[in-house]
Antibody, heavy 122, light 109 residues
Framework: EVQLVESGGVVVQPGGSLRLSCAAS????????MHWVRQAPGKGLEWVSL????????YYADSVKGRFTISRDNSKNSLYLQMNSLRTEDTALYYC???????????????WGQGTLVTVSS | EIVLTQSPGTLSLSPGERATLSCRAS???????LAWYQQKPGQAPRLLIY???SRATGIPDRFSGSGSGTDFTLTISRLEPEDFAVYYC??????????FGGGTKVEIK
């Protein structure tokens, strides 16, 4: 059974930093591109970032480019999101999501975690 | 960046009725790379449809997708109680960023 479990969400002040983690199990982690997708309270979905199966390619939404860094450790079946220079508009539930097809990065998500809440507030 | 506009914002229907949800793109979606997700309160989204019309694994056949180019439709043939939720369309493909529509809430009338 595929499981994605996010952690690391807390309340942080504007300008602060945070690192989110996602522990994956139930599939061959290093065959799949992984993503972060966020959802502000009461709002819609926003794709944030992706990292290819081998970590060799990364992409970011314009809203986080230069502030967030995605990474992965295939030996630990884990995905990360380093978030710097946080803004109030980054407040959201952050989901880790798995790409549908292996060795691809179409941003088609077949499994999602339950999310971890990041609140940016003074 | 492709902008996806979903309509209506809210659809009020009764169980057993047919639901028709629309998703319009600001430019043509290549290769019909259009997906639909369902999200219930307190839950993560669930993939329903990809490639505009292909059902994901385990999705009942009362859910169907159609369309191409800039106009896409999700149809739920007969609403079951568990179908009342928010539905998002999403364009995907090899060149990020990949955007979602604003969502359509299907509520019980």
């Amino acid at each position: 059974e595929v499981q994605l479990v996010e952690s690391g969400g807390v309340v942080v002040q504007p300008g602060g930093s945070l690192r989110l983690s996602c522990a994956a199990s139930g599939f061959t982690f290093d065959d799949y591109t992984m993503h972060w997708v966020r959802q502000a309270p009461g709002k819609g979905l926003e794709w944030v970032s992706l990292i290819s199966w081998d970590g060799g390619s990364t992409y970011y939404a314009d809203s986080v480019k230069g502030r967030f860094t995605i990474s992965r450790d295939n030996s630990k079946n884990s995905l990360y999101l380093q978030m710097n220079s946080l803004r109030t508009e980054d407040t959201a539930l952050y989901y880790c999501a798995k790409e549908l097809r292996y060795f691809d990065w179409l941003s088609l998500f077949d499994y999602w975690g339950q999310g971890t809440l990041v609140t940016v507030s003074s | 960046e492709i902008v996806l506009t979903q309509s209506p914002g809210t659809l009020s229907l009764s169980p057993g009725e047919r639901a028709t949800l629309s998703c319009r793109a600001s430019q043509s979606v290549s290769s019909s790379y259009l997906a639909w997700y369902q999200q219930k309160p307190g839950q993560a989204p669930r993939l329903l449809i990809y490639g505009a019309s292909s059902r994901a694994t385990g999705i009942p056949d009362r859910f169907s997708g159609s369309g191409s180019g800039t106009d896409f439709t999700l149809t739920i043939s007969r609403l079951e109680p568990e179908d009342f939720a928010v539905y998002y369309c999403q364009q995907y493909g090899s060149s990020p960023p990949h955007t979602f529509g604003g969502g359509t809430k299907v509520e019980i009338k």
